[in-house]
Antibody, heavy 121, light 109 residues
Framework: QVQLQQWGAGLLKPSETLSLTCAVY????????WSWIRQPPGKGLEWIGE???????NYNPSLKSRVTMSVDTSKNQFSLKLNSVTAADTAVYYC???????????????WGQGTLVTVSS | EIVLTQSPGTLSLSPGERATLSCRAS???????LAWYQQKAGQAPRLLIY???SRASGIPGRFSGSGSGTDFTLTISRLEPEDFAVYYC??????????FGQGTKLEIK
């Protein structure tokens, strides 16, 4: 059974850098794309970006200038950094595995537990 | 950007009734890569339907998806108490690669 476990700082000040890591247990890490998705309190879901085991990335254009994703295949982990955060970045952040069962990755079949990140001075 | 619009915003029904949720895309969804998720308070979303009409692993048969192009529907044939939650649709293939609808809240009448 695939499990994603995520962690990172939950309280940031404006202009600081958000940093989260997600570890994958119980399944293959290679051959998939891995995504970060966020959800502001009481609102909907926003895709932040994806990375695969080779380090190839795709980011949401709305966040691209502030986002960096990385991968550590030796630990089956991937990470998110979002710099220059503001109150608008306050959200629950999820890591997720993209379902690539038919050769194209097109939805999210496993999710982390979520991390609430609050940006406040 | 492909914008997904879900309707209604809130749906009030009783257990045992049939629920029909709609998701309309601003342009055609590539290869009908349209998924549906269920989210309960304090939990991560759970994948229900992928590729418009395929049930994800472990999802009960009362959940079904249909549609193509720009109009998609999630149907819950007979509501169980545990089905009351927020439902999101999601598409793949535009720019950004993934977008979500704003959600439909299914509440007990």
């Amino acid at each position: 059974q695939v499990q994603l476990q995520q962690w990172g700082a939950g309280l940031l000040k404006p202009s600081e850098t958000l940093s989260l890591t997600c570890a994958v247990y119980g399944g293959s890490f290679n051959g998939y794309y891995w995504s970060w998705i966020r959800q502001p309190p009481g609102k909907g879901l926003e895709w932040i970006g994806e990375i695969n085991d080779s380090g190839s990335t795709n980011y949401n254009p709305s966040l691209k200038s502030r986002v960096t994703m990385s991968v550590d295949t030796s630990k089956n982990q991937f990470s998110l950094k979002l710099n220059s955060v503001t109150a608008a970045d306050t959200a629950v952040y999820y890591c997720a595995r993209e379902d690539c069962s038919d050769g194209t990755c097109h939805d999210f079949d496993y999710w982390g537990q979520g991390t609430l990140v609050t940006v406040s001075s | 950007e492909i914008v997904l619009t879900q309707s209604p915003g809130t749906l009030s029904l009783s257990p045992g009734e049939r629920a029909t949720l709609s998701c309309r895309a601003s342009q055609s969804v590539s290869s009908n890569y349209l998924a549906w998720y269920q989210q309960k308070a304090g939990q991560a979303p759970r994948l229900l339907i992928y590729s418009a009409s395929s049930r994800a692993s472990g999802i009960p048969g009362r959940f079904s998806g249909s549609g193509s192009g720009t109009d998609f529907t999630l149907t819950i044939s007979r509501l169980e108490p545990e089905d009351f939650a927020v439902y999101y649709c999601q598409q793949y293939g535009g720019s950004p690669l993934y977008t979500f609808g704003q959600g439909t809240k299914l509440e007990i009448k």
